[in-house]
């Protein structure tokens, strides 16, 4: 009877197991969606690029920032990358978003320092170009550009 009874079960004991793997993935993907990414770009970017110590300064002060938060309200991130001429923070939460965009009107981490923080998707495109010249490392940058452009 009890054989009976464990051989009736299995299959719903598969079908459970695989209910909460589709769970556990669904709610993976819900966090991840609420996650927001935020550029740090200069205000007239991108015609003026970030350079990378201008962003090493830019983490730093965020840095300063968030050590100055007390209390429950931590921001809390899951990363940050750097692009030519800006940087992305990927913010865990909506609230962590709006207190990075207030930061960065905050901060000057150099004199005459003009940033904005953006959503991802808002960020102005920049092409960036690539190209192989051999045997122009003598050359200038001005006779390379007219040469090519």
Known sequence: MLQHSLKRML???HKMKNINKTLNKNILLSIQY????????????PDELLTVEQMNAVEE????????????????FSGMSRKPGYMIVNCDDQPTSTWLTEAVKRIMPWKG?????????????????????????????????ECYI
């Open 113 to 145: 320092a003009k940033l904005k923080a953006v959503l991802e998707g808002e960020i102005p495109r920049s092409h960036v170009v690539t190209a192989y010249l051999p045997n122009s490392s003598l050359d200038s940058s001005e006779y390379i550009l």
């Open 61 to 76: 002060a965020v840095i300063a920032q968030i050590m100055e938060v007390e209390g429950a309200e931590q921001p809390t």
């Open 34 to 45: 609420l996650r927001v990414r935020v550029g740090i770009i200069h205000q007239n970017y």
């Open 11 to 13: 299959p719903i004991m």
